[in-house]
């Protein structure tokens, strides 16, 4: 007696044919070259519209998880017309292959239809997540990509939102908030310093200010040091090293100009061989001077 079920390899060859893969192909090239076009646009107009940046970005992954549903919807219901045996063959298949290997990319694609669906964090955002930090450009199923500070692009598996916490420094907003911090010695005026930082960063064209991001300045004192913490947003994420170096820049520039020092425990020895290199100098200025007389 034979058996009437068939084998999930004679479901396979049934199925497939030259037409019938011919038709899928063509279905995959022309989803992926619809999403790289309404991607390229997406960015396109996030740029232009700067105000709305992170928005608009925002709304390619929602677009490419839909084309992606409505592809293997298109596959499975009216290219390979799939029957409920069908089914169930296929499922045995695709249980077979995860477990033959390809287990870690299954990971990834449910990870990338969780963060898709539950927004952990946005393309646009400044995240850290892992030993990964950098600004989302993309998140697609298997992957996110990062642009990390040094201008990498770095794919982090999607798989990690399951193991590692997420960190989103803005989370869909163009500003975020930058942590700025300024190290002096003890017996620097503490009061001129915290003046002189929160007019730094008031001043600096990258600051983001109204009634619900306003600039905090803390004061923290260690045995060795003074520790003056700025807390700034910035107006936009992609500015967020160049808005700390300037607040950092031209507060060291005043530091200097009213005798605020660097901690000494951080340089040990630089300013006592500075004061003798200034007073050798004094020295040989002096020398000069008689001998012109």
Request: hydrophobic share 45%; proline share 3%; charged share 25%.
């Amino acid at each position: 007696m034979s058996d009437s079920n068939p084998s999930p390899a004679e479901v396979l060859l049934s199925i497939l044919s030259v037409e019938v893969v011919l038709q899928v192909v063509l279905l995959i090239i022309s989803s992926y070259l619809f999403i790289r076009v309404i991607v390229f646009i997406l960015l396109r107009l996030s740029e232009r519209f700067e105000q709305h940046r992170v928005r608009i970005r925002m709304i390619a992954p929602i677009i490419k998880i839909s084309v992606y549903f409505v592809v293997l919807y298109l596959i499975a219901s009216y290219v390979l017309a799939l029957s409920s045996s069908q089914v169930v063959a296929f499922s045995a298949v695709t249980g077979a292959i995860l477990g033959f290997g390809l287990k870690d990319l299954f990971s990834d694609l449910v990870g990338g239809i969780v963060v898709i669906l539950e927004n952990p964090y946005h393309v646009g955002d400044q995240i850290k997540m892992g030993d990964y930090y950098g600004e989302v450009v993309d998140i697609g199923l298997r992957a996110t990509k990062l642009k990390t500070p040094d201008d990498n692009t770095v794919s982090a598996p999607n798989s990690l939102i399951f193991t590692e916490s997420v960190a989103s420094g803005n989370y869909g907003s163009s500003e975020m908030m930058i942590v700025t911090d300024m190290f002096m010695d003890p017996k620097s005026d503490a009061y001129l310093a915290m003046r002189i930082t929160e007019e730094a960063a008031f001043t600096s064209k990258y600051i983001y200010l109204d009634e619900d991001h306003q600039i905090t300045i803390l004061l923290n004192e260690f045995p060795s040091h003074l520790r003056v913490r700025v807390k700034a947003y910035v107006n936009d994420l992609r500015y967020e090293f160049k808005f700390r170096s300037d607040i950092t820049r031209r507060s060291w520039k005043a530091f200097s100009k009213y005798g605020i020092k660097a901690p000494e425990a951080f340089f040990p020895g630089y300013y006592q061989k500075r004061d003798d290199s200034d007073r050798r100098s004094s020295d040989r200025s002096d020398r000069n001077d008689f001998t012109n007389i």
